[in-house]
């Protein structure tokens, strides 16, 4: 029972307790680029879940005969190998959202949540483990991903998928279609998540009437060290003086 614990626990953590996105904060430049709307969005998750899960499998299946000094370069060739497959895909089933997308699917090759995954867990971990935290991460980016771009687009464009929710009559917020409105959607969920995943049970210092008596006799203590230096500094320059 405490095995599959284990597992699920592999599985989900990627998801909201160790989010790639709003909570490691990694990979945050795919991320804002290429959510201007969903199409992208979903696009991009794609590309990145199918390099991440393949060369977190595959990582983990050779990473005993890898060594060590040349762990980073070995993982940076695979990744960049299966970014090539998925790269040349897109381009022939989805031209328009390789058009799209543009240089943001080669550049997956050094996207730090894949490189970083290799490195701390794949690498560390058997096979079935390093596909469970390659579709937990996948799952995390996306749903992610996917939201910033619905957000943008329905607030932005007043679509969803590129269909049409509010009337053309009412314009959209144009902002959210540039960089900046990908800034503020960013900046939106990370303070909610931040919100709900917080630690309850810390509670914020109160500073009640036996602190704010530390805090005085604080002061008080520094200001009649003050005068006795002062003094000092009097007595000793009077000395002088009378030498």
Known sequence: MEEKKSKLSILTNGIIKENPVLVLLLGCCSVLATSSDAVNALGMSVAFSAV??????????IRKIIPDNVRIPCFIVVIAGFVTVVQMMVQAF?????????????????????LGRAEMFASKNGIFDSLLDGI?????????LVAMGLIREFIGKGTLFTMRVIPESIPGVG??????????????????VNYFTRDKSVKVRDFGEEDAAIIASAKAAEKAAAQAKAEAAKAAASEEKGA
């Open 52 to 61: 991440m899960i393949m060369s977190n499998i595959v990582i983990s299946a």
């Open 94 to 114: 989805a031209p328009s959202l390789y058009q799209s997308l543009g240089l943001f699917i080669p550049l997956i090759v050094v996207n730090c949540i894949i």
């Open 136 to 144: 937990g991460m996948s799952i995390g980016y996306t749903v992610v």
């Open 175 to 192: 902002i959210m279609n540039l960089p900046p409105g990908g800034f503020f959607t960013f900046a939106i969920l990370v303070a909610l």
